[in-house]
């Protein structure tokens, strides 16, 4: 099994959320959060503001923490073709400053603001459904239930 730690950032402004559209190989467009991996021996925190600034552009501050997701991806839906556990760790996060744009020779193609009523018309990551429950609900566990993936809601 693969693991991985990552950190998602939950931007929702004036009944809009901040999301990136992301390119796989298979040349397959995903729309999700700002996140991603934290890198070895850097703080998740630290993590989430680095990914929001690469793959949008824009300088962030971390407003509060959000909660924790994990899932087991099945090795038959996993890209790598094997099982990957990904935990996740999302933060509420301001935007300060920048232009969006492109995060320049990565996977991610366009940041957007996207009104909140239009997301479930999105092929969407499931983490974007996992970070809005968390900003909408703010549960004191930190924990939502798992988002059930088919449709549009990808892993």
């Not at 899932?71 to 890209?79: H, K, M, N, T």
């Not at 009104?115 to 809005?132: E, F, I, K, N, T």
């Amino acid at each position: 099994m693969s693991f991985r730690l990552a950190a998602y950032a939950v931007c929702v402004d004036a009944e809009r959320v901040l999301l990136v559209r992301c390119v796989a190989p298979s040349g397959e467009t995903t729309w999700s959060l700002p996140g991603g991996r934290v890198e070895h021996a850097e703080d998740p925190f630290d993590a989430v503001l680095r990914e929001v600034a690469e793959e949008t552009g824009c300088g962030a501050v971390v407003d509060r923490l959000l909660g924790v997701d994990s899932r087991v991806i099945p090795a038959a839906e996993a890209r790598s073709g094997r099982e990957h556990q990904n935990v996740g760790i999302f933060y509420q996060v301001r935007i300060t400053g920048g232009v969006l744009r492109p995060e320049p020779n990565g996977a991610t193609a366009e940041p957007a603001w996207i009104p909140l009523p239009d997301v479930v018309q999105l092929r969407r990551s499931s983490l974007v459904d996992v970070g809005l429950a968390l900003a909408q609900t703010r549960p004191a566990t930190g924990h939502v239930a798992p988002v059930p993936v088919g449709g549009l809601i990808a892993h």
